[in-house]
């Protein structure tokens, strides 16, 4: 059972907009963000939910099996920077988040194996990022 298939992927249009030149159609296997992205419903900014994960948003993830709380910000892959937990949206982990809420538990494959997330808290983007 694919956990994700249950939950609606959402997207800003400016996200997805800039998200594009990363997605590729003759690659959507599961679990790849070109998978999500072809899955998901485009909105309105303004109508995008503030506990929504998107490109810049700060996340707090708790790994199920383990009870280990990780902090990170989702970013295009020329902001990533690991010593500052900003990690690119290309990342197995940052793909499995976009498009997700508060909340919902997401399972995506790492390196590690098949892992459960659970998404515990999400600051929208700052304006100014």
């Known amino acids: 059972m694919n956990l994700n298939e249950n939950n609606p992927v959402i997207i800003t249009?400016?996200?997805y907009d800039?998200?594009?030149?990363y997605f590729s159609k003759?690659?959507?296997n599961e679990m790849s963000l070109s998978a999500e992205?072809?899955?998901?419903?485009?909105i309105k900014s303004d109508a995008f939910p503030p506990h929504?994960?998107?490109?810049n948003?700060?996340?707090w993830i708790t790994e199920e099996s383990?009870?280990?709380t990780t902090e990170l910000t989702i970013v295009l892959p020329q902001y990533a920077d690991i010593k500052a937990r900003k990690i690119s949206v290309l990342t197995p982990i940052a793909a499995a988040l976009i498009g997700f809420r508060k909340g919902e538990s997401v399972?995506?494959?790492v390196p590690a194996g098949l892992k459960v997330f659970k998404i515990t808290d999400v600051k929208p983007p700052e304006v100014n990022d």
Do not use: F
């Open 18 to 21: 800039l998200l594009k030149p």
């Open 13 to 15: 249009q400016e996200d």
């Open 26 to 28: 003759s690659s959507v």
């Open 107 to 109: 399972q995506w494959k």
């Open 66 to 68: 383990t009870g280990e």
């Open 37 to 42: 992205l072809s899955r998901a419903m485009i």
């Open 57 to 59: 948003s700060k996340v």
């Open 52 to 55: 929504a994960i998107r490109l």
